[in-house]
T-cell receptor, first 116, second 114 residues
Framework: EAGVAQSPRYKIIEKRQSVAFWCNPISGHATLYWYQQILGQGPKLLIQFQNNGVVDDSQLPKDRFSAERLKGVDSTLKIQPAKLEDSAVYLC??????????????FGEGSRLTVL | AQKVTQAQTEISVVEKEDVTLDCVYETRDTTYYLFWYKQPPSGELVFLIR????DEQNEISGRYSWNFQKSTSSFNFTITASQVVDSAVYFC???????????WGAGTKLIIKP
């Protein structure tokens, strides 16, 4: 079974530029998450989708971050314009359901963003 | 509000030693869930275990074991006879029954020296 795919793995941009990250979840996983992980910290949830609807985006900085999940499969996370403090690894995860009988999230390898 | 504390920032041991990673959680909920994830150098977080608040039985899986104690609000993780491949950052997390969001600790970096 293929895992969660993310691209690009690495991105370096100047502040005020824009960047987009792509995620392809495990086939059949209805729930998709984007997390931000700053070096030395645990992941912070940015947005959670159930199919193509947003379940929670309370911690997404909506003035510069946006995310979409068209057709309930792939997802794109965009940052525009980027700030220095956006330097982090952006992790995508997926799960079968919001039902926590298993509670297991499957993560991709992440996209490392460096803002100069 | 829920909170997870992993006081050990980094632990370094020699291969074959046993090592315990500490996790202390705070919650006012009666029903909650606790998790451990492993993050190897490749970056992806790997699910290790999930525990319900009403199940205090300890869990053993090969060289891994988990000790859940509600009396001390702890959910510690022990690796027996550690191996170099165990080197990673380990995260403890919790979630509430009401919204299922994971609350993560800061992680413990485990270094196993050959």
């Amino acid at each position: 079974e293929a895992g969660v795919a993310q691209s690009p793995r690495y991105k370096i941009i100047e502040k005020r530029q824009s960047v987009a990250f792509w995620c392809n979840p495990i086939s059949g996983h209805a729930t998709l998450y984007w997390y931000q992980q700053i070096l030395g910290q645990g992941p912070k949830l940015l947005i959670q989708f159930q199919n193509n609807g947003v379940v929670d985006d309370s911690q997404l900085p909506k003035d510069r971050f946006s995310a979409e999940r068209l057709k309930g499969v792939d997802s794109t996370l965009k940052i525009q314009p980027a700030k220095l403090e956006d330097s982090a690894v952006y992790l995508c995860a997926s799960s079968l359901l919001r039902d926590w009988n298993t509670g297991e999230l499957f993560f991709g390898e992440g996209s490392r963003l460096t803002v100069l | 509000a829920q909170k997870v504390t992993q006081a050990q920032t980094e632990i370094s041991v020699v291969e074959k030693e046993d090592v315990t990673l500490d996790c202390v959680y705070e919650t006012r909920d009666t029903t909650y869930y606790l998790f451990w994830y492993k993050q190897p150098p490749s970056g992806e977080l790997v699910f290790l275990i999930r525990r319900n608040s009403f199940d205090e039985q300890n869990e053993i899986s090969g060289r891994y074991s988990w000790n859940f104690q509600k009396s001390t609000s702890s959910f510690n993780f022990t690796i027996t006879a550690s191996q170099v491949v165990d080197s990673a950052v380990y995260f403890c997390a919790s979630s509430r029954e009401s919204n299922y969001q994971l609350i993560w600790g800061a992680g413990t970096k485990l270094i196993i020296k050959p």
